[in-house]
């Protein structure tokens, strides 16, 4: 299927490992121009040339998405250089730090980031076409998992507003939608370091997963391209969960 993304621009925020770099991956494969920040340096300028390897522009730049000012800065720059902006991905979270830390930590990264990408990303998605976002949020904020703590409320919160968002933005144009990925295995990320020291948490988190497996940051980007594009052109307000019925509420 043509996603119809073609020549299309893109922006995703934490992009050079994990779910954010297979969705740059898989919009870079439908023809999407790409903006992306990171931290490393090193991380971002090998992912620039991997992703400009395909025959796209590539925008990328070592930014801290907590400083709002220069994430908004970036999103401007990002949008001038590859001549437009069409999509955005809010794809970061926090840290964490423990004690208030923590919850001020998830705050700023999955809720002000967001709140900053549509500042800023906003008037450019007015100008398109096919203006969309796409929320980033996580299973562990629609049903209870592990302890009550920042991350799973921060990321409940970022539902909300992405909700809430859709009915905002949808008379200019702008649809807004949400992807909750449950357990998802990515070589030397949080799921790996459980396999590694905590092998009976992670052996029952899997035995609790109908599919009876962890997912891939692969099948999440393909959700993501796919909302992303104008083949989704009615789809806005909905949260779609990638879990392998993990999730024991039913989805309705």
């Known amino acids: 299927m043509d996603l119809q ?27 999407c121009n790409i903006a992306f920040c990171a931290r490393n340096a090193d991380e971002v300028a090998a992912t620039v040339d991997a992703i400009s390897a395909k025959g796209v522009k590539v925008c990328g730049r070592v930014v801290d998405v ?36 923590g919850w001020k930590s998830q705050f700023e990264g999955n809720i002000l980031t967001a709140v900053h990408m549509v500042e800023a990303g906003g008037p450019h998605l007015e100008k398109s076409s096919n203006g ?10 629609v049903e209870q998992f592990m302890s ?19 009915h905002e933005l949808a008379p200019k144009g ?30 029952s988190t899997v035995a609790q997963i109908p599919l009876g497996r962890m997912g891939t940051a692969d099948e999440v980007a393909a959700q993501i391209t796919l909302l992303a594009s104008p083949r989704a052109g ?6 779609v969960v990638i879990d392998g019925s993990f999730t024991k509420r039913i989805q309705y």
Do not use: H
């Not at 969309?132 to 904020?141: E, F, G, K, P, Y």
């Open 5 to 31: 993304l073609k020549g299309q621009s893109a922006l995703v925020t934490g992009a050079t490992k994990g779910i954010g770099r297979a969705t740059i991956e898989a919009l870079s494969d439908e023809g």
């Open 234 to 239: 009615f789809t806005s307000g909905t949260n």
């Open 174 to 203: 702008i649809r807004v939608n949400s992807v909750s990925p449950g357990p998802i295995f990515i070589e030397g990320g949080a799921w790996d370091m459980i396999k590694q020291n905590m092998a009976a948490l992670y052996d």
């Open 66 to 101: 907590f400083d709002g000012d220069a994430f908004k800065a970036f999103i401007n720059e990002a949008a001038a250089e590859l001549g437009s902006l069409d999509i955005m991905v809010s794809n970061v979270s926090g840290g964490n730090a423990p004690g208030d830390e």
């Open 132 to 141: 969309n976002i796409v929320m980033i949020s996580t299973t562990a904020a």
């Open 148 to 166: 009550a703590g920042p991350y799973n409320a921060m990321k409940a919160a970022l539902l909300n507003y992405s909700g809430a968002l859709a």
